[in-house]
């Protein structure tokens, strides 16, 4: 797939890899063999903590969100308890208004800080959000090549 990268972020060089590692038929599996293969490449090349990462991708029935970093840092990762709840809390806000009630929000950063309104997302995890009202979290553990 290498020929079919068109830029050079790290972004799209791990979109291409979990690409080749499975991503369409296990997509938790691929972004593990994905992560696994950075490190294993960063830890030849001498780097101590060769990956930091948070990754959203859909296949358009689920969305599927990593926070994982090789290292102590780690960036954050936040979803919505309830787009319900924030409408209540916000009527003004039209960005919220085209959301159905179990959708979700997965963000890097919360939009407002509002006690309850967000969840962290526990460094090593990733966020499974399906329809229905709830998501769930799974271990996130790279799979060395």
Same mark, same amino acid.
């Given at each position: ?17 979990? *690409? @080749?590692?499975?991503? $369409? %038929?296990? !997509? ?18 001498? /780097? ?5 990462? @948070?990754?959203? *991708? =859909? ?5 599927? +969100? #990593? ?6 840092? #780690?960036?954050?990762?936040?979803? =919505?308890? /309830? ?16 959301? /159905?009630?179990? +959708?979700? #929000?997965?963000? =890097?950063?919360?939009?407002? %800080?509002?006690?309850? *309104? ?5 460094? /090593? @995890?990733?966020?499974?959000?399906? $329809?229905? !009202? %709830? =998501?769930? $979290?799974?271990?996130?553990? !790279?799979?060395?090549?």
């Amino acid at each position: 797939l290498y020929p079919l990268i068109d830029g050079s972020t790290d972004s799209e060089v791990m979109f291409f890899l979990a *690409l @080749t590692f499975g991503l $369409d %038929d296990d !997509p938790l599996g691929a972004l593990e063999r994905m992560a696994g293969f950075v490190e294993a490449a960063g830890h030849r090349h001498g /780097s101590e903590h060769p990956l930091q990462m @948070t990754v959203g *991708l =859909s296949d358009g029935e689920q969305v599927i +969100a #990593v926070r994982y970093a090789s290292g102590p840092e #780690v960036n954050t990762l936040f979803v =919505s308890t /309830s787009v319900h709840d924030l409408r209540l809390l916000l009527p003004a806000e039209e960005r919220f208004r085209h959301f /159905s009630d179990e +959708a979700r #929000v997965v963000v =890097s950063e919360p939009l407002i %800080d509002l006690p309850g *309104l967000w969840y962290e997302i526990p460094p /090593s @995890t990733a966020l499974i959000v399906r $329809d229905g !009202p %709830d =998501s769930e $979290d799974v271990p996130f553990v !790279p799979c060395p090549p």
